[in-house]
């Protein structure tokens, strides 16, 4: 089993800045790309950062110059810090991880409960 727990979320105002954390544990060999999505009300769920294994980042359009993605490979955690808030930054984040366990010795793909943030104008 893997599990992934995200926290962090909560309510900003705006141009405010939090800081979401993502938590993997379990049968783990190694974890792969990790990566922060979002989904807005009536929205699907978008990528807004990525990681992957040798901590090569990547960001959408929306999260460039504003949210920051970095790992910490020995606590087998993710973060990702959002800057300068905005109302369309509410959503709930989710943490999305790619693990390849170690028995059975297989990639799995798993997703956190999410995390609200709520940025009110």
């Known amino acids: 089993q893997v599990q992934v727990v995200e926290s962090g979320g909560g309510l900003m105002q705006t141009g405010g800045s939090l800081r979401l954390s993502c938590a993997v544990s379990?049968?783990?060999?190694?974890?792969?790309?990790m990566a922060w999505f979002r989904q807005a009300p009536g929205k699907r769920r978008e990528l807004i950062a990525l990681?992957?294994?040798?901590?090569?980042?990547n960001y959408s359009d929306s999260a460039k110059g504003r949210f920051s993605i970095w790992r910490v490979d020995a606590e087998r955690s993710m973060y990702l810090q959002l800057n300068s808030l905005k109302p369309e930054d509410t959503a709930v984040y989710y943490c999305?991880?790619?693990?390849?366990?170690?028995?059975?010795?297989?990639?799995?793909?798993?997703w956190g409960q999410g995390t609200q943030v709520t940025v009110s104008s």
């Open positions: 990681i992957d294994y040798n901590h090569t980042t």
């Open positions: 999305n991880v790619g693990v390849i366990r170690l028995l059975p010795h297989k990639y799995v793909e798993v």
């Open positions: 379990g049968d783990i060999f190694r974890v792969n790309t």
